[in-house]
């Protein structure tokens, strides 16, 4: 038998501050596969057509108490990867105590702000939803997933997804 690895301590940066303390929850983004139903003729059932990520896949959704200005001063970002947040996860088995790094990079801009109740002597805390365009994840220093959608670049496992597309695509 063996116990699965649970996060133990975490850490969430924004364009390289730290939010330790401050962070009360992030839900780490979805990966997300846009199948189709595909039925042609002579087949007897359907099969699901992979047409790359889904919809719903870019958003990276966090908590922070209180309120925060640099989140505001970063509201209307102009491009897609405007800025970088960084989610740092220390993971752990109970029943060997090893323990496992993960990392999170994804670079966007905030879709939205939402400060929740305001009631004074009650905990307040701030929500934000951020899209986007980039996203990496580590674990123990080797990169398992990275996506790079303005760039065409969709790497699983070491394996470019998407190198053979841009190049029939002269890219």
Same mark, same amino acid.
């Given at each position: 038998?063996?116990? $699965?690895?649970?996060l133990?301590?975490?850490?969430?940066?924004?364009?390289?501050t730290?939010?330790?303390? !401050?962070t009360?929850?992030?839900?780490? $983004?979805?990966? /997300?596969?846009?199948?189709?139903?595909w039925?042609?003729?002579?087949? #007897?059932?359907?099969?699901?057509?992979? =047409?790359?990520l889904? &919809?719903?896949?870019?958003?990276? #959704?966090?908590?922070l108490?209180?309120? &925060? !200005?640099?989140? =505001?001063?970063?509201w209307?970002?102009?491009?897609? &990867?405007?800025?970088?947040l960084?989610?740092?996860?220390?993971? !752990?088995?109970?029943?060997?105590?090893e323990t496992?790094?993960?990392?999170?990079?994804?670079?966007g801009?905030?879709?939205?702000?939402d400060?929740g109740? !305001?009631?004074?002597? &009650?905990?307040?805390?701030?929500?934000?939803?951020?899209?986007w365009?980039?996203?990496? =994840?580590?674990?123990?220093?080797?990169?398992?997933?990275?996506?790079?959608? $303005? #760039?065409?670049?969709e790497?699983?496992?070491? /394996?470019?997804l998407?190198?053979?597309h841009?190049?029939?695509?002269?890219?």
């Open positions: 038998m063996a116990l $699965p690895k649970k133990k301590l975490m850490d969430l940066f924004n364009n390289g730290s939010y330790l303390g !401050q009360g929850e992030v839900t780490i $983004p979805k990966l /997300v596969r846009k199948l189709e139903d039925r042609g003729g002579g087949m #007897n059932g359907n099969v699901k057509v992979d =047409l790359g889904g &919809d719903d896949t870019t958003e990276f #959704n966090w908590k108490g209180g309120i &925060d !200005q640099l989140i =505001l001063e970063q209307g970002a102009q491009t897609v &990867d405007a800025h970088m960084r989610f740092a996860g220390s993971y !752990q088995r109970d029943d060997t105590g496992s790094a993960v990392e999170i990079v994804v670079r801009r905030h879709e939205e702000i400060f109740n !305001q009631k004074q002597g &009650d905990d307040t805390e701030t929500s934000v939803k951020t899209i365009s980039y996203y990496k =994840l580590t674990i123990d220093g080797k990169v398992i997933v990275e996506i790079d959608i $303005p #760039n065409m670049i790497i699983v496992n070491g /394996v470019d998407m190198a053979k841009r190049a029939n695509i002269g890219h």
